[in-house]
């Protein structure tokens, strides 16, 4: 069905596409919530939104709502969860169809689900995915350049980051809240909506904080907490999910127990072990703001990149940035394959290789045989670093072909592989 539908996308004229696109999008989300009878007003319904930080922003809300006694459901990147079930997002999407949306919180409701917490995308408020979904709250992580040429400009951008907005102030539900970060630039965009509820967050709430390797120590309503979480862009993260939650009423001492036992989740600096004395990490960077924090966590490490770019016309400007970056902190640079759709894969990274004078660089188009040279070029202490996809299931190929994939396991793999041929 997905390849038949990108077929018939390439077949129709663009601006036949553009002209029928919106009225396809709103009416195919009415009848979604029409045939799920508007599951939505039957559930407290929290979004996420923002550039970077909404996956693990969706993940620590739910935490903590779950240690304070509720029962949750969550749709984003990573999985979809309503209650103690759990399976993996494998659409390569992060929200999904209107369909499946409203039938994934028409199953919320069933399980007796006291909130249901969505991220939600440009994309996805572009195509009217948030329409029909009564919002009771909003968080607001962050704003960067992206998704440039899909939306046309970055102003563009921020306004179907709005529509989000937007749809909390239309929302029917009583005390509706938004939180947002103050420390962002775009944040004084989404506060002034209106709404019963206001909350803003900022690194100072955390002060004074200090980062390990390993971790974070930082401070919040008094508290302060140990956390598994490295980086500032988890504090961050922490702070969003913590400040929604003591607006909701959850006492701080619920809210320092949840952050503390909060070990991370897939694919967002998730460490790959296999008996190796050096640190594997596998990551979603996909934006320059992301890479260099991440590259920042391992600054007192030797650090050996694997990373590449995205085709399909998506930023290409992040190409120029991105290896900038690279060569700025990285000790050792492998480009490799990502998800190249439509585009040639080695002009991607050929456009990447170029503005990199300054370091040596590497470029292995097979992304196992990438990962495997980083693996073998680690010494003790190193920090290898892989990015770019993080969980995604699927290198995305040309005419919409999917070829499976996990960073994780193939990271886990080669490790093992050269580990048995040193013994």
Known sequence: MDKLLYQIKKLLPTRLLQTLRPAYHFLLSLLAALIYRFPSRKIKVIAVTGTKGKTSTLELVSTILEEAGFKTALAGTLRFKIGDYSENNLFKMTMPGRLFIQGFLR?????????????ITSEGARQYRHRFIALDALIFTNLAREHIESHGSYEKYVEAKLRIAHALEKSKKPNRLIVANADDKESAKFLAIQVPQKATFSIKDAEPYQLFKEGC??????EQITAHL???FNIYNMLSAATLARSLGVNADIIKRALEKFEGIRGRVEKIEAGQDFTVIVDYAHTPDSLEKLYEVFQNSRKICVLGNTG?????????EMANIAEKHCDSIILTDEDPYDDNPREIVDDMAKEITEKSVEIIMDRRLAIAKAVKLAQAGDAVLITGKGTDPYIMRGN?????????DVAKEELQKMLKNMA
């Open 400 to 408: 919409g072909h999917k070829e499976p994939w996990s960073d994780a």
């Open 230 to 232: 490295s980086g500032v």
């Open 217 to 222: 120590q930082f401070n919040f309503s008094g």
């Open 107 to 119: 199953r919320a409701v069933k399980a007796k689900c006291d909130y249901a917490i969505l991220e």
């Open 312 to 320: 399909g016309g998506r930023d290409k400007w992040k190409r120029t």
